[in-house]
């Protein structure tokens, strides 16, 4: 049995299975045809965080594969009164075929996972956003830019960008970073994704300055300032990231045609500009709708491997 907690955990080879397997189920969707292949399932879905694609993608997808989702936010479960992790993953792991859960602490999750007797997926943590990276993948092959890809993330080093290092690294593009100082990626994600780029000769850079990071790019992608847990600091970020907005000025620096990424939600005029946004707006709406079928084949990827 396998869960879905980082890229980390999986080759090249599989990513590439499990997101050919979301195209070739969108396709069918396309055509009309439900296999059902997780007909009689349940999936146990624990929010701590909030979410409109994640629900929303996830609780569609197993409605379409035939099986069934519970949405469990942490004011619905004892989780959220204190209940151990341990207690809550043998309980719901007992009776749900599939697990996903959506939190703050990484460690969280792996706790969850170890105790589990059945697949649990990572929908955000605060170091990792997984599936969010086999929808961007997903959308790359899909619009042909996956091969020979530079992609250049500005903005907050976050569970985003580790989760690009980790796309980068297994798959073997070239991805450069750009954040303000003082919001730099994780040191030990970094020197793992790096241990996992000399394998399959990706290049992962990090730097403070955008325009060196953009500079002929063929994706240019970013995310919000201040992630879920961190509104607190809004304010004190938005001052700390002038310079970081991905606008047209910056998108010029990129190469001829280069597409533009975001994982959504956006804030316009912050991390992104208005007219960027809606300047590359079929491509991140086919990004959000891509975590649909992503995730379907994700799921039906983890009930053949159990
Ligand atoms: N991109 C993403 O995960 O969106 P939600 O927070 O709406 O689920
Ligand atoms: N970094 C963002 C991603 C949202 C999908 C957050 O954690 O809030």
Same mark, same amino acid.
């Given at each position: 049995m396998r869960h879905f907690l980082t890229l980390k955990d999986f080759t090249k080879e599989e990513i590439l299975e499990i997101v050919n397997l979301g195209i070739e189920i969108k396709k069918d969707l396309r055509?009309?045809?439900?296999? &059902? &292949?997780?007909?009689?399932?349940?999936?146990?879905?624990? +929010?701590?965080?909030?979410?409109?694609? /994640?629900r929303v993608s996830f609780e569609t997808g197993m !409605?379409?594969?035939?099986?069934?989702?519970? !949405?469990? #936010?942490?004011? %619905?479960?004892?989780?959220?009164?204190?209940?151990?992790i341990k207690d809550t993953a043998r309980v719901i792991s007992s009776m749900c075929d599939m697990?996903?859960?959506?939190? +703050? &602490?990484? #460690?969280?999750?792996?706790? +969850?996972?170890?105790?589990?007797k059945v697949p649990v997926i990572n929908g955000l943590t605060d170091s990792y956003h997984p599936v969010q990276l086999l929808a961007d993948y997903m959308t790359m092959l899909e619009y042909g830019i996956s091969e020979n890809a530079t992609v250049a993330y500005v903005g907050d080093g976050?569970?985003? /960008?580790?989760?690009?290092?980790?796309?980068?690294?297994?798959?073997? !593009?070239?991805?450069?970073?750009? /954040?303000?100082?003082?919001?730099?990626?994780?040191? %030990?994600?970094?020197? &793992?994704?790096?241990?996992?780029?000399?394998?399959?000769?990706a290049k992962i850079s990090v730097m403070n300055d955008p325009k060196e990071a953009v500079q002929g790019a063929t994706i240019v992608t970013t %995310?919000?300032?201040? #992630?879920?847990?961190?509104? %607190?600091?809004?304010?004190?970020?938005?001052?700390d990231f002038q310079g970081f907005m991905v606008d047209d000025l910056m998108m010029c620096l990129a190469a001829k045609n280069a597409k533009f990424l975001h994982c959504l939600p956006a804030y316009r005029e912050q991390e992104v500009s208005e007219s960027v946004l809606e300047g590359h707006a079929d491509i991140v709406f086919d990004e959000?709708?891509?975590?649909?079928?992503?995730?379907?084949?994700?799921?039906?990827?983890?009930?053949?491997?159990r």
């Open positions: 055509a009309g045809i439900y296999k &059902e &292949e997780l007909k009689h399932q349940t999936l146990a879905m624990i +929010f701590e965080k909030s979410s409109t694609r /994640t !409605f379409q594969l035939g099986g069934h989702a519970l !949405f469990l #936010s942490n004011r %619905d479960i004892h989780l959220g009164r204190g209940e151990p697990v996903m859960i959506r939190t +703050f &602490e990484h #460690s969280m999750i792996e706790e +969850f996972a170890s105790y589990s976050n569970n985003m /960008t580790h989760s690009w290092m980790m796309l980068a690294a297994k798959i073997g !593009f070239e991805l450069r970073i750009a /954040t303000p100082k003082g919001y730099e990626v994780d040191g %030990d994600i970094l020197a &793992e994704a790096l241990k996992i780029a000399k394998g399959s000769g %995310d919000t300032w201040a #992630s879920m847990g961190q509104e %607190d600091e809004k304010y004190t970020r938005i001052k959000a709708q891509n975590r649909l079928h992503a995730q379907k084949g994700l799921m039906v990827w983890l009930n053949r491997h």
